[in-house]
Structure formats: C-alpha cells, structure tokens
C-alpha cells in the first residue's frame, strides 16, 4: 500500500528514488547485456556472465563487497565502448526492456509527487548513459548517476570518473538541497539496499522500498515506512494514479471552459429577451 504524501508547498522539496529494485524491477544496467551482445560490444561469455549477476542481483540483493566486483567487472568489460554506440543502443531498446519493469507503484508515487510540487531525483549507482533516458522516460527532474572517463576518441576508458554509491549519493543529495534550494528535513527517498542508508539518513522521510535484510533490520529499528512494490506495468498501459495534466493544457482546458461559459451566458441572455418579445401586450384598464 502507498504512503501518504504529504503537501509542502515551502520550502522547496524534493523526493530522491534509486533506481534499481525499487523503481523497476531489475538492474538497470545488467539489463541492457542482451542489447549489447547483439550491437557486438560484448562477448557470448560475457553476456552470459553478466546474466548471472542479474540472477545474484534479485536473487539477494547485493552488499558493499558485490558492488565492488561488480562495478570493477562493468568498468572492466566496458573498456573500448564507443560512447556513441551505447547511447544509439539505449535509445533503441529503452522502451521494450525497460517500460515493461517499471513498477505501478513506483510511477504512482513519482506522479503523487509531482502533484504536490516536488522535484524527482533519480539517484542511481548505474552509468549516466543507461539512467539518463530512463529518468527521462518516468518523467524525473534531475539523474545522479556514475559516469564513465571518455577518452578523446569518444571510448571508455574503463576508468570512472563519478562513481554515484553509498556515501556519495547522499554528497550529491545534499549539494542540490543547496544548489536548488531543498529542505532535506521536508524531502523523500526511497531505496531497497543497506548502500544507501547515508542517502535514506539524508532526509526526513526516508521509506524502504522491497528492502533487503539489513535494510529492513534498519527501518524496523528506526520506525521507517516499508513499502512493497510488485506490480510491473507498461506505463502507457497504466492508469494514473494522479493524473495532472501538463501547463498547457491547463490553460487550454481554462479558456474553454471560459468560452463555454460565456456562450451559455449569451444564449440564455437571448432566450429570455425573445420569451420576453413573445409575450402578449397588458390590456388597459377600464
């Protein structure tokens, strides 16, 4: 069940959500493998590789020691990468590998967000390459993500020059309270790993989203919301929780409601001034 979202219309606010696990449903960039086996940036064995760390990845979870062999086998395997070819491969298969793993719940609560005026922050220890087009596809304000050194013949290096994981997320959180102006004691954030507790403590409300064990151990102890996302859902086959539609068509909506307004008007105008014509003269008294 969804958490009430309070309204905060000052100060500023913001609600920060990592991505994997607990805005769709699977490793973000592990999902992409297949992709890029096919696009020739990666080998059958490595796909393979890369497979089974998604499997480890759901299975339980993954704590500070697996991330670490982790980032150094994707840093590692990504050496050579034309950065270009990466970003055409997202671009193509974004919609028909990541729109069908977004949780309902999850988009729910981004646009609940929304509605009350705060910004959405996706905060995510995968590539910028990778979470950049899917913030923009749930419609976020702003991405924290690990970025890659780039060499000057547009490849990885496999070096990285922003590496966005524990710690460090919740640096990033609090250089754009100040940058932006956000209240962190009236701000949001959600994540489903024990990595991000600095992140969780960041702010005033912090929620546990499918959270692993040591994350769960936390929010029980300090009486955090724990939220359970299941549901995968397209977003175009989704019904909005809280629908809010854009400026424009505010506006547009307002000026027809305004015409029809004054149309109405006229035209009871009129029809009382011809009832009025219609009606026979009073006789004169005798």
């Known amino acids: ?21 607990t805005v769709i449903a699977k490793s973000s960039t592990l999902t992409f493998s297949k992709s890029f086996y096919q696009g020739g940036l990666i080998s059958r064995r490595a796909a393979l590789r890369t497979a089974y760390a998604q499997f480890v990845f759901l299975a339980g979870g993954a704590d500070h020691d ?43 609560l981004i646009e609940r967000h929304h509605a009350t005026g705060r910004d959405v922050v996706i905060v995510s220890t995968s590539g910028a390459e990778v979470v950049e087009p899917i913030g923009e596809l749930l419609g976020a304000d702003r991405v924290v993500a690990t970025r890659m050194v780039v060499g ?12 966005a994981y524990g710690p460090t997320k919740a640096e990033a959180v609090r250089e754009l309270a100040v940058s932006e102006g956000y209240d962190l004691e009236h701000c949001y954030a959600y994540s489903d790993s024990a990595t991000d507790l600095p992140m969780l ?33 397209r977003l ?29 008007l006229f035209w009871y105008a009129s029809r009382r001034r011809s009832a009025v014509a219609r009606q026979p003269a009073p006789s004169a008294s005798v």
């Open 1 to 21: 069940m969804l958490c009430v979202v309070e309204n905060h219309s000052l100060p500023r606010t913001a609600a920060f959500f990592d991505l994997d696990k």
């Open 66 to 108: 697996q991330m670490e062999r982790m980032r150094k086998y994707l840093s590692g395997m990504c050496r050579g990468w034309n950065v270009r070819q990466v970003k055409e491969i997202v671009a193509e298969t974004l919609h028909d590998l990541i729109d069908p793993i977004i949780y309902d719940e999850a988009a729910s």
């Open 152 to 163: 000057d013949d547009g490849c990885f290096t496999g070096e990285v020059e922003y590496y």
């Open 201 to 233: 403590q960041a702010v005033g409300h912090p929620h546990a989203v499918n959270p692993d064990r040591a994350l769960r151990r936390e929010a029980v102890a300090r009486g955090w919301p724990i939220l359970d996302f299941h549901r995968p859902v």
């Open 236 to 264: 175009k086959q989704r019904i909005p929780a809280f629908p809010v539609p854009p400026r424009p068509a505010l506006v547009a909506a307002a000026a027809l409601g305004a015409a029809a307004a004054t149309a109405g």
